[in-house]
Nanobody, 119 residues
Framework: QVQLVESGGGLVQAGGSLKLSCEASGSISSILALVWYRQAPGKHRDLVAS?????????ADSVKGRFTISMDNAKNTIVAHLQMNVLKPEDTAVYYCTARGPPPAYGTWGQGTQVTVSP
């Protein structure tokens, strides 16, 4: 079993910064990558950024140059950080973390963390 716990969300003014973290525990050996998604009210859940265990990264066009994803590997946990700079009101959403890899990583999602950017 894999558990994912997001943290770091909050309320920030436009132009500000936040750092989200996704801590993975449990059967972390099955995790090949950690991925951040976000979902705004009434919209689809969109991929924001991803990082593999080999530190290969991917960013959605909407966040390139503003967001940075990184990963810390420890013995029993993996943490994916999402540093978000120059935040815009359109970044407002619930941010979710998910794991890529075979079961039990496959299909695991965190509970989400709310990010609100005021104009």
């Amino acid at each position: 079993q894999v558990q994912l716990v997001e943290s770091g969300g909050g309320l920030v003014q436009a132009g500000g910064s936040l750092k989200l973290s996704c801590e993975a525990s449990g059967s972390i050996s099955s995790i090949l990558a950690l991925v951040w998604y976000r979902q705004a009210p009434g919209k689809h859940r969109d991929l924001v950024a991803s990082i593999t265990r080999g530190d290969n990264t991917y960013y959605a066009d909407s966040v390139k140059g503003r967001f940075t994803i990184s990963m810390d590997n420890a013995k029993n946990t993996i943490v994916a950080h999402l540093q978000m700079n120059v935040l815009k009101p359109e970044d407002t959403a619930v941010y979710y973390c998910t794991a890529r890899g075979p079961p039990p990583a496959y299909g695991t999602w965190g509970q989400g963390t709310q990010v609100t950017v005021s104009p």
